[in-house]
């Protein structure tokens, strides 16, 4: 990807895009750093209650990289690493698959970037499907989920995380620096992120504006609202 010379607007945590933001920066893009949304980790009697209970489940399901590292949060904590790993642990991508392999934790994957259809599939095939774990944030849709319901999987989803947006003085400051500095381009970087920045900032022309989408769903809520789709990156 060539993004040279460009204001760009991300609106994740530079932790949550580091890749990302250093590859732009190397190509001489000027970062707009406004993060609309805050992930905070949980913590409450059903999450303990669960883990204590981790034995019972066959199967633990890792639906994204963010589900992963909260849930492994609290694994430290409890010290049950051991417990996880005599699980069948599942990644929906390769990303989560290396995070799980880094902390010694043998990860199933079929793809770097499986569908999760074709995941439960491969669960099918591999007739794993015991009962499952599926660590995930409040507040959050996920397909995954859904599939294991319509073909009658016990499973249970564990909330790990919530989501929070920025405070009315953070937001005013992000649109104090947009005004200073419209940006030439857009990273969309999930679904949710489409309404998020069209409410937060809708005075942006987005006929001057580039803008890229992190996965091919996320190109289609763009063209859902209107916008454009520039580029789509996977």
């Given at each position: 990807m060539v993004f040279k010379n460009k204001n760009t607007l991300i609106t994740q945590e530079k932790k949550d895009c580091k890749e990302l933001v250093k590859d732009l920066e190397e190509r001489g893009s000027e970062i707009l750093q406004c993060p609309l949304e805050k992930y905070i980790p949980l913590s409450n009697s059903d999450i303990r209650d669960t883990l204590e209970k981790i034995e019972h489940f066959d199967n633990i399901i890792y639906g994204?990289?963010?589900?992963?590292t909260f849930f492994f949060e609290h694994i430290y904590d409890e010290q049950i690493l051991e417990k996880v790993l005599n699980r069948i642990n599942f990644a929906l991508d390769q990303?989560?698959?290396?995070?799980?392999?880094?902390?010694?934790?043998?990860?199933?994957?079929s793809?770097?970037?499986?569908?999760?259809?074709?995941?439960?599939?491969?669960?099918?095939?591999?007739?794993?499907?015991g009962t499952c774990l599926y660590p995930c944030g409040r507040h959050f849709k996920e397909e995954l989920p859904g599939l294991l319901f319509e073909?009658?999987?016990?499973?249970?989803?564990l909330e790990m995380y919530d989501r929070v947006?920025?405070?009315?003085?953070?937001?005013?400051?992000?649109?104090?620096?947009?005004?200073?500095?419209?940006?030439?381009?857009?990273v969309f970087h999930n679904i949710d992120s489409v309404r998020r920045?069209?409410?937060?900032?809708?005075?942006l022309n987005w006929k001057n504006i580039e803008t890229v989408?992190?996965?091919?769903?996320?190109?289609?809520?763009?063209?859902?609202?209107?916008?454009?789709v520039d580029r789509i990156i996977t």
């Amino acid at each position: 990807m060539v993004f040279k010379n460009k204001n760009t607007l991300i609106t994740q945590e530079k932790k949550d895009c580091k890749e990302l933001v250093k590859d732009l920066e190397e190509r001489g893009s000027e970062i707009l750093q406004c993060p609309l949304e805050k992930y905070i980790p949980l913590s409450n009697s059903d999450i303990r209650d669960t883990l204590e209970k981790i034995e019972h489940f066959d199967n633990i399901i890792y639906g994204n990289l963010k589900n992963a590292t909260f849930f492994f949060e609290h694994i430290y904590d409890e010290q049950i690493l051991e417990k996880v790993l005599n699980r069948i642990n599942f990644a929906l991508d390769q990303p989560t698959a290396d995070f799980l392999e880094d902390r010694g934790i043998p990860a199933i994957t079929s793809a770097p970037h499986t569908k999760p259809i074709e995941l439960v599939e491969l669960m099918l095939r591999l007739g794993q499907t015991g009962t499952c774990l599926y660590p995930c944030g409040r507040h959050f849709k996920e397909e995954l989920p859904g599939l294991l319901f319509e073909l009658g999987i016990e499973f249970k989803e564990l909330e790990m995380y919530d989501r929070v947006g920025p405070s009315e003085q953070e937001l005013e400051r992000y649109r104090a620096m947009l005004q200073n500095e419209q940006p030439d381009l857009v990273v969309f970087h999930n679904i949710d992120s489409v309404r998020r920045i069209k409410i937060a900032f809708p005075d942006l022309n987005w006929k001057n504006i580039e803008t890229v989408a992190l996965s091919a769903a996320i190109a289609d809520k763009l063209q859902e609202n209107d916008l454009n789709v520039d580029r789509i990156i996977t």
